[in-house]
């Protein structure tokens, strides 16, 4: 109520100021400054129409943004997506296929076992530990493979395990100076556990 009435108060002291200043003017003064009050009030809506038009481009340009941002955020997670699922893919192609470690285990020492006597090595055994280990999201099997070293049929051995599409990380190699020479190979390679 208060404000009320200070506003009142207000706008009668300016209503009696402006009319002791219009008292004095001309009858030709006050003639425009009544057509210049009615070109204010008819632009004020001209005026307000514009405002209203540019915050009304500025809100569909900031719509516009963000959906532009949200898209390329979606594109990119996408993209993220995909790339993951393709590394996921390739890694587990990687890996040799079995259903539990006990299969991975057997399979591992029959392929490697066949790829030593492909590459010609004597006096060989092949032992694959029974516990996998995980490194990140892969689980590798440790492989011990010892046989009769000669170089030729070693670097047959390692070329046939490289021309294989399966991941093997070598660990050791160990020479010993007895006759005849013995290697001792370790290494790790890749299992991929599931449906076979």
């Known amino acids: 109520m208060k404000i009320m009435a200070k506003l009142k ?12 200043s219009a008292a004095k003017l001309s009858q030709r ?14 632009l004020a809506p ?3 129409l514009g405002l209203v038009e540019a915050q009304r481009v500025r809100l569909e340009t900031a719509k516009l943004d963000l959906l532009t941002r949200s898209t390329h955020q979606i594109g990119f997670s996408e993209q993220l997506f995909w790339a993951a699922k ?11 296929k079995a259903k539990t470690p006990a299969v991975a285990q057997v399979l591992v020492e029959q392929q490697i076992t066949a790829l030593a006597m492909g590459a010609g090595l004597t006096a060989m055994s092949v032992d694959a530990n029974k ?7 892969a689980r590798f099997v440790r492989v011990r493979v010892s046989a009769d070293f000669r170089w030729e049929t070693l670097t047959a051995f390692l070329a046939a395990l490289s021309k294989t ?3 093997f990380i070598v660990r050791s190699l160990t020479v010993t100076g007895d006759t005849p020479s013995k290697f001792q190979l370790v290494l790790d390679t ?7």
């Open 46 to 48: 001209i005026s307000a």
């Open 9 to 20: 108060e207000t706008v009668d002291v300016c209503i009696a100021k402006f009319s002791a």
């Open 86 to 96: 393709d590394q996921r893919t390739r890694i587990a192609a990687w890996g040799w």
């Open 190 to 196: 890749a299992i991929n556990l599931g449906p076979a």
């Open 165 to 167: 599409d399966k991941a």
């Open 131 to 137: 516990a996998l280990e995980r490194k990140g999201p």
């Open 29 to 42: 003064e006050r003639l425009l400054l009544l057509l210049l009050a009615v070109a204010g009030l008819s």
